[in-house]
């Protein structure tokens, strides 16, 4: 205050500085005052964008919270997923070996049907020589049965003649 009123030119609590001293040191007052009141207006200002500001801060604090539990939320997921793809690789590898052994079998069949093929051809080789077997026993038959009645005249023939001996009639030549 006491470099106002040397400015001024207060003494005694008398002005007596000149007028127009006294109308620039109240323009100067003034633009001071209008100062303060525009730095009063933007502190407002500033103190209502601060507000905001903090409304906004507590707003994206709140998404970043709920970011950092999606984020936590991914990671689980990604977790599961690396889970399954691990569970999926076993699988893979289980179906691998099915696959292994599906045509080991295959191989083993095949080796089985060559088998049976053999087989059959030998059947079939035993079965014609069953029939020409079964063609010379039936050919044996016949021969047999041909010298069985051969052998039944002779026998008839002998009996004949031993009948004729016996009751002393003897044929005739």
């Known amino acids: 205050m006491a470099v106002v009123e040397q400015v001024v030119g207060i003494e005694d609590g008398k002005v007596t500085a000149r007028e127009g001293t006294l109308i620039a040191m109240m323009g100067t007052q003034a633009a001071v005052l209008r100062r303060q009141i525009d730095h009063g207006v933007l502190l407002g200002s500033v103190s209502s964008t601060l507000d905001e500001h903090t409304v906004l801060l507590k707003e994206h604090s709140a998404q970043l919270a709920g970011l950092q539990a999606g984020q936590e939320k991914l990671q689980a997921g990604q977790d599961g997923l690396r889970t399954d793809v691990g569970q999926l690789q076993a699988g893979q590898d289980s179906l691998r070996t099915d696959v292994g052994q599906l045509q080991a079998g295959q ?3 095949r080796t089985d049907v060559g088998q049976l093929q053999a087989g059959q051809d030998n059947l079939r080789t035993d079965v014609g020589q069953l029939q020409a077997g079964q063609e010379r026993l ?15 005249s ?9 009948t004729d001996l016996a009751t002393g009639e003897f044929p005739k030549k």
């Not at 047999?144 to 039944?152: D, F, I, N, P, V």
């Not at 002779?154 to 031993?162: G, P």
């Open 154 to 162: 002779d026998s008839q023939r002998i009996i004949q003649m031993i």
């Open 107 to 109: 191989d083993s069949l």
């Open 138 to 152: 039936q050919a044996n038959i016949v021969e047999l049965q041909a010298e069985t009645r051969g052998l039944r």
